[in-house]
Each structure stands twice: as structure tokens, then as C-alpha cells.
């Protein structure tokens, strides 16, 4: 046997050896239980999952040898460029949000704290929660749009909102205009995603507004195929299945109300050109728009917003490009009856759940959700917004978002689409 067929057979020895221990990590680590695998640091915290952690229980034991394998093989096999990872420049030192008069009136911040909402059992109440979701998702006579299709049928791109962080084994799918700026401060420091001076964050409050919505700042679902290609898909799903999911809803009527308070009320110029003008051109006859939205304000002209249900309810609107993220609808952003949550939020008692959920984390004593954003665009101002709104529009906008009032259990607002 020449040294050119030795060294042929002992490349394909080598390749089929490496494939061999690929799948043996996959079958090994898919089996392991509560031990959990970092892919983006050397250590990783344990996180025992399913049940919650009880306050007494012991931290389980971190293997990262295996993985430092089977990271290097995937970066190998995707090429150089998905071995470098990418660091978050310093920021400068920042002091904590400072909004104005407006804003803060539109965008209904309150940095204030509040006692929290009192229930007599949180566990009860969160597992009710949990209960109509899955009830829901499992009757076969409540139907909507993309209902029926398994995770591996989301598009990648679907999942951009799925924020992940390794170090506690957190999944947390922000929902906007549901607190979901804090929440994401908070998974800002738990991951140390970023830094101040070479300094992680530890104070939620102190991370600047403008790095916070910063998608490089965050590991979301959709950044997995750059960096595992193939092997993706089966990596979302082990984490799906050991890590602890959570997202926070609201009334789904409030959240349209809240949505376009802060972002046609206020001085936007990215949404006066992407959406405002083209909805003053198509449904309020304007040909001549003025350039800025600075000039709009002045000249009195402001999107209505009962032309901004009409572009909602336009079959035309989804046919050039999915609803925006801020009034998209929350199972289209968090796929609930495709990912089990463990855990469901509501705006409504935002004091309580953040301060339950931290516990069930067991990072409460690492930090504190921050001061209580209060809800100021209240349920009780519904019937005043929609009060100008066509009864045929309110009918036509509640079934568009019928699934969210559902499937988390908000009250069909009766007194709303009836005469």
C-alpha cells in the first residue's frame, strides 16, 4: 500500500471518527437533563429546570469539554469566520434614562416605584395562565393562521425575537410595547451581552436606551444558522427543552392604543416616512406630503388613528410586507402554541410577575426589574379611542387579533363591538 492510499484512508478514518464523536455529543448532551451547555463562553451557570428551581437545591455539575469539541468542530466545518466572535464595544458611562415631558407622557414610563398588584396565590394564577394556552393550542375547533405548523416550519427569520442567554438558561421572547425595553436590559445584564468600560452591566437601569433595542446587543434564534448552519435547528430545540421560557402580553386593543401613541404621537421620523406618509397618501388623499415629520407637526397635519386601523384592517398592507413588530400580533412574534412557555407575564401585573419570575430564576438577588412602568395607556381608554372607529372596523380588528385575546385569556371587548 503506497503512502498516497495510507494517507486517503487515514483522512476518511479521521473524518468518519469526527462525525462519530459529533453525533455522540449531540445524543449525550440531548440526554443529559439539568446540566446545561454554553455555546458562546468557556463556563456556564447549571440551570435545573421543569420544576423551577426550589430555593434549596443544589447547583448541578458544568461539563464544557465536550462542548469546547463540538464548537470547535461546527466553526471548522462553517469556516473562519464564524470563529470570531463578535465583541460589543465599550460604552461610554451613562447615567439612567432621562425622557422628556411628552415622551414620558406618551410612552407612559413612571420611574416611581409602585406597590405591586396583591394576589392571593401568584403560583395559581400562573399556572391558569399556562393552562388556557395550552387549552387552546390543543383544541382543534379554535383555529388561526399558522396555528397548525410544527417549530421546524417557522422561518429563521420568524425567529428574531427569541432572545437567549447561556449564562442562566433564559429564552425570553419580547413582545413591543409590553415592557419589553427593561426586559431586555435585564437580559443584557444576566448575559453580560455588554459592557461599560470592559465592564459588564449590573445595573439594568444603567444600559442607554439606543444599545438596548441594538440587535447585535442580543443572541437571538434567528443568528443561529451563520453560526451553526445546519446544526441550528437541533440546538434551538435543545435549549427550547432545557431552558426556561418566558414572555409578557397585554390587552391586545391597549397595545394597538399604546403603539401608535409613541410612535405617530411623538416626533418619529422613521415611522412618519415608512408608514405615515404612505397611509396619509393611500386613505386621506394626500399627494403632497411635507418632508419631515418636524414639518408635518408644525403644519398640524398627524396621522389619525382610525386611519391607521383602516391600514391595519387593508388586505394591500401584508401583501407588500409583514405587520410591523409593534403591532404585530403576539403569536405571530412568540409562536406559543409551537414553544412551551413556562412562564406568562402580563403587563396588566407587571410588578408581580417580574418580581416572581426573577425568584423562579434565582437571580433576584443579582438584580431587580426596574422601577414599575406604568401603564398609562389604560384598558379604560378604549372605548374612548375607538369611539370615532366604524363598528364594521372594531368587528373586522378584533377577529385580526382575536387569537391574541384568547389564547392569553383578555376578555372579548363586548362593549366595543356592539352597537
Not at 336 to 353: A, M, S
Request: hydrophobic content about 40%.
Amino acid at each position: 500500500m503506497d503512502t498516497m492510499t495510507k494517507s486517503r484512508l487515514f483522512r476518511l478514518w479521521l473524518v468518519l471518527g469526527s462525525a462519530f464523536m459529533v453525533l455522540l455529543i449531540i445524543v449525550y448532551w440531548d440526554n443529559m437533563g439539568p446540566a446545561h451547555f454554553n455555546l458562546h463562553t468557556a463556563l456556564s451557570r447549571p440551570h435545573a429546570l421543569k420544576p423551577f428551581p426550589s430555593p434549596n437545591s443544589a447547583p448541578g455539575d458544568v461539563f464544557t469539554s465536550s462542548l469546547e469539541i463540538w464548537e470547535s468542530f461546527v466553526r471548522e466545518k462553517q469556516g473562519p469566520l464564524l470563529s470570531k466572535r463578535v465583541e460589543q464595544p465599550s460604552l461610554p458611562a451613562s447615567s439612567k434614562p432621562v425622557l422628556g415631558n411628552l415622551e414620558e407622557s406618551v410612552r407612559g414610563y413612571d420611574w416611581s416605584s409602585h406597590a405591586a398588584q396583591q394576589s392571593a396565590d401568584p403560583d395559581a394564577r400562573q399556572a391558569e395562565r399556562r393552562s388556557v394556552l395550552r387549552g387552546f393550542c390543543a383544541n382543534d375547533s379554535f383555529v388561526f393562521p399558522t396555528k397548525e405548523r410544527s417549530f421546524d416550519d417557522i422561518p429563521n427569520y420568524e425567529l428574531n425575537h427569541l432572545i437567549v442567554d447561556d449564562r442562566h438558561g433564559v429564552i425570553y421572547c419580547y413582545v413591543p410595547k409590553v415592557a419589553c425595553t427593561n426586559w431586555k436590559r435585564v437580559m443584557i445584564v444576566l448575559s453580560q451581552s455588554l459592557s461599560d468600560q470592559g465592564t459588564p452591566y449590573r445595573d439594568p437601569l444603567d444600559i442607554p436606551r439606543e444599545y438596548v433595542h441594538n440587535s447585535s446587543t442580543h443572541l437571538t434564534f434567528n443568528k443561529f444558522w451563520r453560526r451553526y448552519g445546519k446544526f441550528s435547528r437541533h440546538l434551538m430545540k435543545i435549549k427550547l427543552k432545557k431552558y426556561t421560557k418566558f414572555l409578557f402580553v397585554r390587552d391586545p386593543f391597549v397595545r394597538l392604543i399604546s403603539a401608535f401613541r409613541s410612535k405617530f404621537e411623538l416626533e418619529n421620523e422613521e415611522f412618519y416616512q415608512k408608514f405615515a406618509v404612505p397611509m396619509l397618501k393611500r386613505y386621506s388623499n394626500h399627494t403632497s406630503l411635507p418632508a419631515s415629520v418636524s414639518e408635518a407637526f408644525s403644519a398640524g397635519l398627524r396621522l389619525s388613528f382610525a386611519t391607521f386601523i383602516q391600514y391595519l384592517l387593508d388586505p394591500h398592507t401584508e401583501q407588500l410586507a409583514p405587520f410591523n413588530e409593534h403591532w404585530r400580533q403576539v403569536h405571530r412574534l412568540c409562536h406559543p402554541c409551537q414553544i412551551d412557555y413556562d412562564f406568562v407575564g402580563k403587563l396588566e401585573t407587571l410588578d408581580q410577575d417580574a418580581a416572581q419570575l426573577l425568584r423562579l430564576l434565582k437571580v433576584d438577588k443579582l438584580l431587580q426589574f426596574p422601577p414599575s412602568y406604568r401603564n398609562r395607556t389604560a384598558s379604560s381608554w378604549e372605548e374612548g379611542w375607538f369611539a370615532k372607529i366604524p363598528l364594521a372596523w372594531r368587528q373586522q380588528l378584533y377577529k385580526l387579533y382575536e387569537a391574541d385575546f384568547v389564547l392569553f385569556g383578555y376578555p372579548k371587548p363586548e362593549n366595543l363591538l356592539r352597537d
